[in-house]
Structure formats: C-alpha cells, structure tokens
C-alpha cells in the first residue's frame, strides 16, 4: 500500500467556521498574537491567555468536519496516510483520519507549566489555580512562539518516506512547518491545494497545483487517487 503524507493548515479548518490563526493585521479574533500564542503573554497576562483558549475549545464544540477533512479521511481505505497538521483542531480525528500530527500541539489537551511532558485531556476550561500534580498551574498543549517543536523530527521522518505529498490550505510561510515538504524525495508528486497558492510549478519538481478551497479541491483529488489505487 502506497503511502500518502498531508500536510494541513488553517484554510481547512476556515471552512468549518474556525477563524484562521491570524489576518493581515497580526490579529487572532482581535488579540495580538504575541498576546495570547508566547511564553510572555502568558507569564504577563495568564487569565487572559487561558480564557482565550477556553473560548476557542467552545467554538471548537459548535463546529464539524467539512468535505476535505471527510475526503482525506476516505483515502484511508486505499492507501497509508499520515496527516501532518498546523492546526490544533480535532476536525481531521472526527472525520475519521486515525493517524494524525499535531504540529502545534492540540486544543483539547492541557499539560504542566513546569513539565511539558505532563499532558492531559481537556473537554472543558482550565481556570487560573488548576493545577498539575506537581503543583504547576495547567496551561494549553499548544506551541506558541518562542517554543520547541516536538513532533517535528517525527512529522519529518513521515514525509521522507511518503509516495505522495499533499499540502493544503497553507501559506507555506510559517517555519518549521513550511520546511517538511523539503523532506520529500526527489521525484515524488506533490500536489498543492489552496484558492490562492503561493507557489508555483519551479518551485518544486513533480507539483500539481490545484487552485480551489480546500473543500472543493480536495475531494477532486482524493477522487483521482483512489481510482488510481483500484
């Protein structure tokens, strides 16, 4: 069975209702995003910072999968795939895809303050005075500026042994994200999805570029591969 590597950023989660990480003016749902996404904002403001993201696991709630998260989630059935995610939605997980990289760690977990490899669920809010084990307050599991990234070894290792490489609803621009697709090897095809794509056809060997949303563009796709597969 072929493998399939897919790497996924906001503008598949947007067509679900969740607001893309920041707009053109540094802004996530009016916040500086240094405000409530850094190590500092955190250690300046941790009420604000923690109420932020409990708003955000509310909105998380109201929302469903779309087609593209449906689709990629049906590509199962004929080939090996690895999503390899920016967001920290669970949107790929309720629309079946079993095996998914959380990037920039993942809304409905919390972890320790004083030791990030002390993680736990989290359906609910977390209140400034909730506190770890250890007795360090509880903070959201996701990777804010300034901070490692984790699974990036791990998400890297993925790509260099994939067949196929998609990528949707990225910029490319936000590093060491962006960096993954470099680990692809030489000549395998690279398919880019996104209304508005920031790339072009010398900018990779082997690219498609399919210039629709991710709803749209990715059920195509995933059509095409999977009568391929049969």
């Not at 996924?8 to 802004?27: C, H, K, Q």
Request: charge should be negative.
């Amino acid at each position: 069975m072929k493998k399939i590597c897919v790497l996924t950023g906001a503008g598949v989660s947007a067509e679900s209702g969740i607001n893309t990480f920041r707009d053109d003016g540094g802004l996530w749902e009016g916040h500086d995003v240094m405000e409530v996404a850094s190590p500092q904002g955190f250690a300046k403001n941790p009420a604000l910072v923690l109420d932020f993201y409990n708003q955000r696991r509310k909105q998380l709630k109201k929302v469903t999968p779309n087609h593209a998260h449906l689709a990629l989630a049906e590509l199962e059935e004929y080939y090996d795939v690895t999503i390899i995610t920016q967001n920290v939605d669970d949107l790929h997980e309720r629309a079946g895809s079993s095996y998914v990289i959380h990037l920039h760690g993942e809304l409905l977990k919390m972890r320790s303050s004083g030791n990030e490899r002390s993680i736990l669920n989290c359906e609910g809010d977390i209140a400034l005075g909730d506190l770890c084990e250890q007795g360090y307050q509880l903070r959201p599991h996701i990777v804010w500026f300034g901070e490692a990234v984790p699974l990036l070894e791990k998400a890297a290792a993925e790509t260099q042994s994939a067949d196929c490489v998609i990528i949707i609803g990225t910029s490319m621009q936000v590093y060491p994200a962006a960096s993954l697709v470099d680990y692809a090897l030489e000549g395998v095809p690279i398919y880019f999805i996104d209304p508005k794509p920031k790339v072009s056809k010398h900018d990779f060997d082997n690219l498609t570029i399919i210039p629709k949303t991710a709803a749209k563009g990715v059920p195509v796709l995933v059509s095409d591969l999977i009568t391929k597969a049969q």
